[in-house]
């Protein structure tokens, strides 16, 4: 979160916005019953952005975010890479998730299914540099193997 320059006042909504998508089941766009550090990002984005256009006042924050290490900061998740690392990182989870992850039983298997969804992440970003045929054949291998994990803790 930044100001552009010097005349732009400190004050700023991001922040409040932020803490609210740790309590705001909608913050979870994929409904996967968690909210990422990526997703909180873009509820409090998008709050903040509605906060200033409903006061009529001009934006005085910009938010920005870096997760690969370039160090160039972004306001969106790119094809590059960035907003993977933002996505990976869970902040809250909601419902069965929060049962599933606090269950000592259920622990490994909903360990498995974050991984299983990571990696099913990753490969959507190396799509554009494999044979479609070999992309489509591992994204089938994960998808089933989660569907399995997910049918396991469902139980």
Do not use: C
């Amino acid at each position: 979160m930044s100001t552009k320059g010097g005349t732009e006042k400190n004050a700023t909504v991001f922040v409040r916005y932020w803490v609210l998508a740790l309590q705001d089941p909608s913050a979870d766009a994929d409904k996967n019953e968690s909210v990422s550090a990526l997703e909180a990002f873009q509820y409090a984005d998008r709050k903040t952005a509605e906060f200033y256009t409903s006061q009529k006042r001009l934006a005085t924050e910009h938010q920005i975010f870096e997760d690969t290490g370039r160090g160039e900061a972004v306001r969106a998740p790119s094809g590059g890479g960035e907003g993977r690392l933002l996505a990976s990182l869970t902040l809250v989870r909601f419902g069965a998730s929060q049962k599933a992850a606090l269950d000592p039983a259920k622990r490994d298997l909903f360990a498995k299914k974050e991984d299983l969804e990571r990696r099913i992440d990753v490969l959507k970003y190396q799509k554009a540099a494999m044979s479609q045929n070999d992309y489509e054949q591992q994204l089938k291998t994960l998808l089933v193997e989660l569907a399995r994990v997910q049918a396991t803790l469902d139980k």
